[in-house]
Each structure stands twice: as C-alpha cells, then as structure tokens.
C-alpha cells in the first residue's frame, strides 16, 4: 500500500514539477529558521553541498515529525559563487548586485532533496549543475528585474529559468529538473523502486 506524500516546500515549481509528473502528495510548508542554521553550519566550515543537504533534512524532519506515517520530501537549493553562498535577494538593489556579480561568470546550484518517515531520513540526494551567464547590458539588467522583481525576490541569485531568466544565460551544465529547486528524476526512481508509483 503505497504511503502518502508530503512536500514540505511553498515553492509553486516544486508542486508544479511533482503535479504534472502525476505524484499524488499534499503541502505542508515547514517553519524553520534557515537563516541561523546556514550561518552556524558556515561557522563549521561546512561546503555549500552539505548546507544544502542539511537545510532540505530540517525540512523533512520537521514535517515528518508532525506526519510519521508519511513521506515527506524537504528541498534546498544553495547558489554558489567564487566560495561565496547567495541568497534570496531582499532588495531590489540587492538582486541587481547579485546578476552584476555573477554577470559574464560561472557558479554552481547545489539542489538538495531529503525524503523522511518516522522522522528519520531515509533517502536523500543533491544535484549539481554549473551555469554560465552572458554579458547583458545594464540596460537589459535593470529593465529584467522591473519586469520581474515580483517573482525572482524568491529565488537564489535573482532569477528563474523557467521564465525570462533563461535569456540570461549562455550555457547550462547539469539536471534542468536539480536547476529548478527539485531533482525530479532521482526522486521518482526512488519512489517508483519503494513502491509508492506505479512503474
């Protein structure tokens, strides 16, 4: 008998991407402070793949301790720069700074997924895929956050590539699914080998 599913994320392409793949789960979003655990794992010199890994685990844990009986998928997605983490921008001047910084360069996304039960892990995975991004005018730049600023305040680095964030960039290496937030593969083969699908 397969066990219900619980996304322990607010992010609408998360839902999307588990949505249009046929998942049946349900939402139920954690409360966690995210921003005092990645400054005490950054104190321990952790990499940004273990930061990753460990805010998508709270994720999970969180939720699973409320739901035991569930599955519950907790993700994180960390952006990494020159040995520099960004996060969500919280200004309009911060999001411009961060496109300006990682203009014409290369950085990394670190995508965790940390699927629990009886709040205890018991899968886990983190994607990684490198980004290049082209040298747009300043023009272009401030025009794309008037655009969109609604929209990329919620996301590491300012931008979404399922939207006009795309055309930012000149090259993209790795998993499009791990680049969106979500290793949507790795994740449905898991599900489908434990038996929660139908393969």
């Known amino acids: 008998m397969p066990r219900s599913i619980i996304l322990a994320s607010g992010s609408d392409i998360r839902q999307a991407l588990l949505?249009?793949?046929?998942?049946?789960?349900?939402?139920?979003?954690?409360?966690?402070?995210?921003?005092s655990i990645k400054m005490a794992l950054l104190e321990e010199d952790a990499s940004?793949?273990?930061?990753?890994?460990?805010?998508?685990?709270?994720k999970a844990l969180k939720i699973s301790k409320k739901y035991p009986d569930s599955l519950?998928?907790?993700?994180?997605?960390?952006?990494?720069?020159?040995?520099?983490?960004?996060?969500?921008?919280?200004s309009v001047e911060m999001a411009r700074n961060?496109?300006?910084?990682?203009r014409g360069n290369r950085h990394?996304?670190?995508?965790?997924?940390?699927?629990?039960?009886?709040?205890?892990?018991?899968?886990?995975?983190v994607g990684q895929a490198q980004l290049e991004m082209r040298t747009f005018s300043d023009a272009y730049l401030d025009a794309?956050?008037?655009?969109?600023?609604?929209?990329?305040?919620?996301?590491?680095?300012?931008?979404?590539?399922?939207?006009?964030?795309?055309?930012?960039?000149s090259?993209?290496?790795?998993?499009?699914?791990?680049?969106?937030g979500l290793p949507l593969l790795n994740i449905l083969a898991y599900l489908g080998t434990s038996g929660e699908l139908e393969t």
């Open 19 to 35: 949505t249009q793949a046929h998942v049946p789960f349900e939402v139920v979003v954690p409360r966690i402070d995210e921003q």
């Open 48 to 58: 940004p793949r273990d930061i990753s890994d460990a805010l998508a685990e709270h």
């Open 72 to 90: 519950v998928i907790g993700c994180d997605q960390i952006l990494e720069h020159r040995g520099t983490i960004l996060s969500k921008p919280e």
């Open 98 to 102: 961060q496109l300006a910084m990682l």
């Open 108 to 125: 990394r996304l670190h995508s965790a997924a940390v699927i629990c039960h009886q709040a205890s892990p018991i899968w886990r995975h």
């Open 144 to 169: 794309y956050i008037g655009r969109n600023w609604s929209s990329i305040r919620h996301a590491v680095g300012a931008y979404k590539l399922e939207e006009e964030g795309v055309r930012l960039f």
């Open 171 to 180: 090259r993209i290496d790795g998993d499009y699914f791990s680049i969106l």
